[in-house]
């Protein structure tokens, strides 16, 4: 490939004979700003991507933690904790009541 199409800003001379020492400079300035752009995109991708990653496919102890605080097991032992039983206990029919003396 040709060298005048892969830069032809740093190969660029301007007409009528302007051209200036710094001219390469600025140039220079165009494409280090340039690099240094398409690196901080890079760099807000690559942070992207691993924030993206760890949420969606948790550590294994994060996603142990998940499936311990939707167990069906650990809602009901907190149910049973939160509302007192409000049926009396089923007796046999041969037993009497539990206050059966203070008649």
Same mark, same amino acid.
């Given at each position: 490939?040709?060298?005048?199409?892969? $830069?032809?800003?740093? $190969?660029?001379?301007?007409?009528?004979?302007?051209?200036?020492?710094?001219?390469?400079?600025? &140039?220079?300035?165009?494409?280090?700003?340039?690099?240094?752009? $398409? $690196?901080? /995109?890079?760099?807000?991708?690559?942070?992207?991507? @691993?924030?993206?990653?760890? =949420?969606?496919r948790p550590?294994?102890? @994060?996603?142990? /933690?998940m499936e311990? #605080? #939707? =167990?069906?097991? &650990?809602?009901?032992?907190?149910?049973?904790?939160?509302?007192?039983?409000?049926?009396?206990?089923?007796? &046999?029919?041969?037993?009497?009541?539990?206050?059966?003396?203070?008649?």
């Amino acid at each position: 490939m040709n060298a005048l199409l892969a $830069f032809p800003i740093y $190969f660029r001379r301007p007409a009528a004979g302007a051209y200036a020492a710094n001219t390469a400079a600025m &140039d220079w300035f165009v494409i280090a700003t340039l690099c240094f752009f $398409f $690196f901080l /995109l890079g760099c807000i991708a690559t942070a992207a991507w @691993v924030i993206w990653k760890r =949420s969606t496919r948790p550590a294994p102890h @994060v996603k142990l /933690l998940m499936e311990l #605080e #939707e =167990s069906d097991e &650990d809602h009901l032992i907190r149910n049973a904790d939160e509302k007192p039983a409000k049926e009396p206990p089923q007796r &046999d029919p041969w037993e009497k009541e539990p206050e059966w003396w203070k008649q």
